[in-house]
């Protein structure tokens, strides 16, 4: 009797294990998944407060940036002025100050491609808090091969072409058209790839790439410099009246600039005058 009641209670507590074992499993399923919930919330909040931490930086260097230029426009503003009150001395003083004021406009440009990459890059943040915060439901895609950051590739351009290394800067100025072609600094790239082919006396392609300047970005600070320079392309082409037209222009709309002054030298040495003469009626 003893043996048949314990086989019954060994019965008794098997049956009770088989009910209350996967109770058990699915308790520790859901305090796992509670687990990894609040480790990607973890995740989350400490994802938000670096991205606070490095918003507050780069917009810390934008206004650091700004002042900058603001700086150095206000510099290239004084040497302008100073320019045209010496106007009347030599010529030798007046090539200085065009010097001067052409290092500061290079310096100006890499300021405004340093300004461009902080904003991409705030960009950039900006977008990659949005996709944190929404499910991620398709594969990511691998990325594909981009340009260096404009400001890179612009500096590196400018560097090698004031080294004097012109195949090198020429790619890289190319380059920079071809994926930034819509910035502000498009218009330069284009200025210093024709620079670059008048140096090597290509007159007839430095010229169309001088036009480029004057078509697409006609208020760039390289404007004036690119009518005056196509100018002298199209004289050295042995096209006279479209070179003196050229000149003229940076005369009429430039008048108090130094390639104005130096358009009038030229039109002086061809013998003809800074205007147009009046038809008459």
Known sequence: MRIQRYSIMLGLFAGLLCITTPAWAVNRDIIELQSDVQHLQDQMTHMQQSFDERMGVMKSLMDQNTDSINKVTGAIV????????????????????SGQIQSLNDTLDELKARLEKIGKQLEDMQAAQQNLSTPQTQQVQPPQPQAPPPDVLYN?????????????????????????????????????????????????????????????????????????????????????????????????????????????????????????????G
């Open 78 to 97: 004084n040497l302008q002025t100073s320019l045209q009150k010496q106007q009347s001395d030599s010529g030798t003083h007046v090539d200085q100050l």
């Open 156 to 280: 590196n351009a400018l560097r090698d072409y004031n080294g004097g290394n012109n195949d090198l800067a020429a790619q890289e100025f190319s380059q920079y058209i071809k994926a930034y072609a819509n910035t502000d600094l498009a218009g330069n790239c284009y200025f210093y790839l024709a620079e670059i082919e008048f140096r090597q006396k290509n007159y007839d392609q430095a010229a169309k790439d001088y036009d480029q300047v004057l078509q697409n970005f006609p208020s760039g600070n390289k404007a004036a410099s690119a009518q005056l320079k196509k100018g002298f392309a199209l004289l050295e082409l042995g096209q006279k009246d479209a070179g003196v037209v050229e000149l003229r222009h940076v005369v009429q709309r430039y008048p108090r600039s130094p390639e104005a002054m130096q358009a009038r030298e030229r039109l002086q040495k061809l013998g003809v005058s800074a205007t147009a003469a009046r038809k008459a």
